[in-house]
């Protein structure tokens, strides 16, 4: 389940982020969701007010070229996948 929390400073994130305009070039469709239960995997993300909740600390950065992931957000949790294998798979949840 991905209880996502983001920080402030890069060196504390367990994952750099790139927020991609559209899905090409996306290794991760997400989709943000309202409750906690309904967070699951990697791809429906539920963020968290405190950093000890969280599976995952994320730091979004300005150029895709610093990313561990580039993500693409989704409104439509059918959507949200995996798009490229990644050495991240199956730890942001």
Known sequence: MAKVFVVNQKYNATVKMFAVRNGYGTDLIY????????????????????????????????????????????NRESEAKWKKSNQFQNRIG
């Open 31 to 74: 989709c943000e969701v309202k409750e906690d239960y309904r967070a699951k995997g990697d791809a429906l993300w539920y963020y968290v007010k405190h950093e000890y909740e969280a599976t995952c600390k994320i730091f979004w950065v300005q150029h895709d070229y610093e990313a561990d992931v580039k993500v693409f957000k989704t």
